[in-house]
T-cell receptor, first 112, second 112 residues
């Protein structure tokens, strides 16, 4: 069964550094998402992406964040200058149409 | 914006006990409703979903949920829990737009 994959599974970085989180959505899916889950808190929507552009973003998704689909298969989330409060689990998800979203296993980001 | 409430933050049950987890949402229009489960160390997985039709939906592993439109609720139930049901359970709502809104989650611990 096809699944969403994410790399790396755990990323440790120093405050102020740039990180890129990678996702490979399910191949025939058209909508792509990033969510984050700070430890002990709920899953929060960051951004959605369709037809090679951002279709929706939350107030969390400020100028330090960007997303890209560089090669038709990968979907990346870049955090330009990480802060301590960016430490969280980051989930990628994809869907084909108005249906369930399929989630990846997540990347745990730790900012020191 | 949509608001999703899960009133039980942490539930502890003995094996074979019955389970009911509450979920309420705020949007009064047409919604899709989901329950996701996150087992320890694993990613979010879909338990069940409601789009339309019979308000009582059955999912995997013996779970079911009932959509009560007048109460804006979508409570999750299982008649007899097992130790392997220990996990975090998230209710989610999609307004047939892009993003999903998640509740804060309910941590279920089943004692053998």
């Amino acid at each position: 069964e096809p699944e969403v994959t994410q790399t790396p599974s755990h990323q440790v970085t120093q405050m102020g550094q740039e990180v890129i989180l990678r996702c490979v959505p399910i191949s025939n899916h058209l909508y792509f998402y990033w969510y984050r889950q700070i430890l002990g808190q709920k899953v929060e929507f960051l951004v959605s992406f369709y037809n090679n552009e951002i279709s929706e973003k939350s107030e969390i998704f400020d100028d330090q964040f960007s997303v890209e689909r560089p090669d038709g298969s990968n979907f990346t989330l870049k955090i330009r200058s990480t802060k301590l409060e960016d430490s969280a689990m980051y989930f990628c998800a994809s869907r084909r149409d108005y249906n369930e979203q399929f989630f990846g296993p997540g990347t745990r980001l730790t900012v020191l | 914006a949509q608001s999703v409430s899960q009133h039980n933050h942490h539930v502890i049950l003995s094996e074979a006990a019955s389970l009911e987890l509450g979920c309420n949402y705020s949007y009064g229009g047409t919604v899709n409703l989901f329950w996701y489960v996150q087992y320890p160390g694993q990613h979010l997985q879909l338990l069940l979903k409601y789009f339309s039709g019979d308000p009582l939906v059955k999912g995997i592993k013996g779970f079911e949920a009932e959509f009560i439109k007048s109460k804006f609720s979508f409570n999750l139930r299982k008649p007899s829990v097992q130790w392997s049901d220990t996990a975090e359970y998230f209710c989610a709502v999609n307004e047939r737009s892009n993003q999903f809104y998640f509740g804060t989650g309910t941590s279920l611990t089943v004692i053998p």
